[in-house]
């Protein structure tokens, strides 16, 4: 049976699922019931300064939702805990007594300033608490007061507060980014040239999930105003998958470990993550919508797909799709696939027509001798995965590759062996240049 085990940043827990700083960690209560269905570690919500924060009486959520009213994108506008700060310690200290085996990590955002997080950091390893997460990318609320993604969208301040806290905590420092830039690679630079022992991303999305038309006022609204929230779940998913990809392949940042947070619902989600380099994966909006046993499922899951795969560990696959991952102008221009309609799944619903003929290529029949037949059309097909991204029927349109030595009749190219990127392709005029 697959050893789920891991040690992160030097912190150990039974397995990689941890719930990320937000409402499900707000409190002992929360944390114990979570501990008891599974749950490897938690990132306790964000403690701040005394007093506390002020938050909302009213709606704080809001939810973008698919056909069958399935939860696929979350939105909030909640600020980091409302609770007094010696409360969430003291309560900090007895959870991680009572459950030493498991992963206690604690949230953190305090101004800019230095002797700010010198006071906090020392409160906090009176807990015993295993390490603290720099909340360097909550978009809504404290970042207007100068914290969160304030000082996350600026690489110096990212160096500069990494580094107070590596200077005045034994514990270990995990830097928590937001997504809210052009580039993630230049924060988590600075993170890194600082000492960050970890980087954890990303941080929810700034985002209006949607308007209320009656009232002509963005949701979730307060006395019929409302402002950007933080956005997450499954939606956000692709996004963070990239921004992990872009700092594990990145020569700066590679050796930084990584804790993947984003749209993550059950196991494979987290094997995706775990393949791109990630060491462990934080879980908020699963939690919050399906409860603290959606942890079962994830751990039964990996598992299983472990011991079939072979992986008896957590780093057997780490980090194993990294080198798959490059830049468009690497691709290969030679390859070509086609579509494929298996005729005995196809169920004549015309999906793949329709978008072929309207938005591609125009490489789908519609009829065959006066009857319905959906049928690729090799001399227009470019491979482009629409159809069988649009298709309702799994596996009903298969992309083949064609074979080396096989000619592209829409090309007119026979297929060869050797790769034939950007760099070196005969339409590319620079390559032109260079081969005379």
């Not at 941890?18 to 990132?43: H, I, M, Q």
């Not at 956000?236 to 990809?245: D, G, H, Q, R, Y």
């Not at 919050?288 to 994830?298: D, Q, R, S």
């Not at 064609?402 to 009749?409: F, K, P, R, T």
Request: with cysteine; glycine share 8%; charged share 20%.
């Amino acid at each position: 049976m697959a050893d789920l085990r891991t040690t992160f940043a030097g912190i150990r827990s039974p397995n990689p699922f941890w719930l990320a700083s937000a409402p499900p960690t707000d409190k002992a209560y929360n944390v114990v019931r979570a501990f008891k269905e599974g749950w490897g570690g938690v990132v306790w919500k964000t403690l701040g300064e005394d007093p506390p924060v002020m938050n909302v009486s009213g709606p704080r959520y809001g939810a973008l939702h698919s056909a069958d009213r399935r939860v696929i994108g979350f939105n909030n506008i909640e600020l980091i805990t409302d609770r007094p700060l010696q409360l969430n310690l003291d309560e900090i200290k007895q959870v991680k007594r009572d459950w030493p085996d498991r992963a206690i990590v604690v949230s953190l955002m305090v101004p800019c300033e230095e002797q700010s997080w010198i006071a906090i950091l020392k409160r906090v390893e009176e807990t015993g608490a295993d390490g603290v997460e720099l909340n360097l990318g909550c978009p809504h609320g404290m970042s207007e007061r100068g914290m969160g993604s304030a000082v996350g969208q600026v690489p110096d301040y990212v160096e500069m507060v990494t580094r107070w806290c590596k200077q005045h905590t034994r514990m270990p420092v995990i830097v928590k980014l937001t997504p809210n830039v052009a580039d993630i690679r230049p924060p988590a630079m600075a993170a890194a040239r600082a000492g960050a022992d970890a980087i954890s991303l990303i941080n929810t999305i700034n985002s209006i999930i949607g308007v209320d038309l009656d009232m002509m006022a963005p949701l979730p609204h307060t006395r019929g105003v409302g402002t950007h929230g933080g956005y997450c779940g499954p939606a956000v998913k692709p996004i963070s998958l990239n921004m992990v990809a872009e700092i594990a392949r990145t020569p700066e940042t590679a050796h930084v470990p990584l804790s993947g947070i984003g749209g993550i619902e059950g196991w494979r989600d987290a094997a995706e993550y775990i393949a791109l380099g990630c060491g462990n994966v934080q879980v908020c909006t699963a939690a919050m919508i399906y409860g603290f046993k959606v942890v079962k499922e994830m751990i039964s899951g990996l598992s299983e797909w472990m011991d079939a795969k072979g992986y008896a560990t957590i780093d057997d696959f780490s980090g194993r799709a990294i080198p798959k991952v490059t830049d468009w102008r690497h691709l290969d221009l030679g390859y070509a696939v086609k579509a494929r309609i298996d005729q005995s799944l196809c169920i004549k619903c015309g999906r793949c027509h329709v978008a072929c003929e309207d938005v591609s290529h125009q490489a789908i029949t519609r009829e065959v001798n006066g009857v319905r037949h959906y049928e690729v059309i090799d001399e227009e097909c470019v491979g482009c995965n629409l159809c069988a991204s649009l298709c309702p029927v799994e596996n009903c349109i298969e992309m083949v590759p064609l074979a080396v030595g096989d000619v592209d009749v829409r090309t007119g190219r026979t297929i060869i062996e050797e790769p034939l990127p950007w760099d070196r392709h005969p339409a590319n005029p620079m390559a032109r240049v260079a081969a005379e």
